[in-house]
């Protein structure tokens, strides 16, 4: 299967930081890619951008890709991601821009927000201080917590890893204190089954238990390993729960170095524990019962 890969650059070198891994895509699968630039502006802006977003292509094309460009206008995240997911596209890569301090904990990032915003993969990719030419992908840590949630983004690292000859570098994080109430067995056991299916597709694999924060493990383990790439679903948090708890794929993106491959999970239908849903029904009745014997 083609896949089609949506690459975002905004005329800096640094959001060119993307295409040495774009080459690395191209050069190990089947890839339509799409340049896009999103402006805000005049017709002279909208020119300069096709100028040059087709410039970047005839590069591309020269090295055999096949590519075309398209210049949007709007807000750059939802409408990254509005064309992403009305073209079908398999993969959003791109850049952050690597802002620090107050005013990018204050405005945040089009990277950060495509990636709260994307129901498809996103491979999101540090500054590169220097000019590079196909980058490897060699080496991919894939945290996972044994949920189906953190598993769905196995499907996609499997296509990278078969198309690259990576090897999986599967890990999970207990917290301390949680040693007692998630032995290390029951974790590894977890993992094994995961294990065992990419090993059925000739993907080789390793496996590692982490005890710690999951975001800092992350980075610490990736490192010692020289890891090319980390890969991960998050679970997609918004509003005062993400604030309060903060997302890992997010923290991982600030604190780190390494390319993310990552995922957005939707939310899933969970069956109620206690009932509540009854006990809310049961209480109502009461109440309009109590409320026809007062009319009485």
């Given at each position: 299967?083609?896949?089609?890969?949506?690459?975002?650059?905004?005329?800096?070198?640094?959001?060119?930081?993307?295409?040495?891994?774009?080459?690395?895509?191209?050069?190990?699968?089947?890839?339509?890619?799409?340049?896009?630039?999103?402006?805000?502006?005049?017709?002279?802006?909208?020119?300069?951008?096709?100028?040059?977003?087709?410039?970047?292509?005839?590069?591309?094309?020269?090295?055999?890709?096949?590519?075309?460009?398209?210049?949007?206008?709007?807000?750059?995240?939802?409408?990254?991601?509005?064309?992403?997911?009305?073209?079908?596209?398999?993969?959003?890569?791109?850049?952050?821009?690597?802002?620090?301090?107050?005013?990018?904990?204050?405005?945040?990032?089009?990277?950060?927000?495509?990636?709260?915003?994307?129901?498809?993969?996103?491979?999101?990719?540090?500054?590169?201080?220097?000019?590079?030419?196909?980058?490897?992908?060699?080496?991919?840590?894939?945290?996972?917590?044994?949920?189906?949630?953190?598993?769905?983004?196995?499907?996609?690292?499997?296509?990278?890893?078969?198309?690259?000859?990576?090897?999986?570098?599967?890990?999970?994080?207990?917290?301390?204190?949680?040693?007692?109430?998630?032995?290390?067995?029951l974790v590894a056991r977890n993992l094994f089954r995961e294990q065992k299916q990419l090993h059925k597709q000739g993907?080789?694999?390793?496996?590692?238990?982490?005890?710690?924060?999951?975001?800092?493990?992350?980075?610490?383990?990736?490192?010692?390993?020289?890891?090319?790439?980390?890969?991960?679903?998050?679970?997609?948090?918004?509003?005062?729960?993400?604030?309060?708890?903060?997302?890992?794929?997010?923290?991982?993106?600030?604190?780190?170095?390494?390319?993310?491959?990552?995922?957005?999970?939707?939310?899933?239908?969970?069956?109620?524990?206690?009932?509540?849903?009854?006990?809310?029904?049961?209480?109502?009745?009461?109440?309009?019962?109590?409320?026809?014997?007062?009319?009485?």
């Amino acid at each position: 299967m083609v896949q089609k890969i949506l690459t975002a650059l905004d005329g800096s070198k640094t959001s060119e930081s993307i295409l040495p891994y774009l080459e690395t895509l191209l050069a190990s699968q089947d890839a339509d890619v799409t340049l896009t630039q999103v402006v805000n502006g005049s017709a002279a802006r909208i020119h300069e951008a096709y100028t040059y977003l087709n410039r970047v292509a005839a590069a591309l094309r020269g090295k055999g890709a096949v590519v075309d460009a398209h210049v949007l206008t709007g807000k750059p995240a939802p409408t990254l991601v509005d064309m992403a997911v009305r073209g079908g596209f398999s993969l959003i890569v791109m850049c952050i821009r690597g802002k620090s301090g107050l005013k990018r904990l204050l405005l945040g990032s089009v990277a950060e927000e495509v990636l709260r915003l994307s129901p498809i993969p996103v491979l999101i990719v540090h500054p590169l201080t220097k000019a590079a030419g196909k980058m490897k992908i060699k080496r991919i840590v894939v945290p996972l917590d044994g949920s189906h949630r953190s598993g769905s983004i196995l499907p996609h690292v499997a296509t990278l890893a078969k198309a690259t000859g990576a090897r999986l570098l599967f890990m999970t994080t207990v917290e301390p204190g949680s040693k007692d109430d998630l032995p290390a067995e029951l974790v590894a056991r977890n993992l094994f089954r995961e294990q065992k299916q990419l090993h059925k597709q000739g993907i080789p694999t390793e496996m590692a238990i982490r005890y710690g924060d999951p975001a800092l493990e992350i980075l610490s383990f990736g490192n010692a390993q020289g890891a090319d790439l980390v890969a991960l679903s998050t679970h997609g948090r918004t509003g005062l729960d993400r604030a309060r708890y903060g997302s890992v794929a997010e923290t991982v993106l600030r604190k780190g170095t390494m390319p993310l491959l990552i995922l957005r999970t939707a939310g899933k239908f969970v069956p109620d524990p206690i009932h509540s849903t009854a006990i809310r029904a049961e209480r109502r009745q009461k109440q309009l019962e109590s409320a026809g014997k007062r009319n009485d």
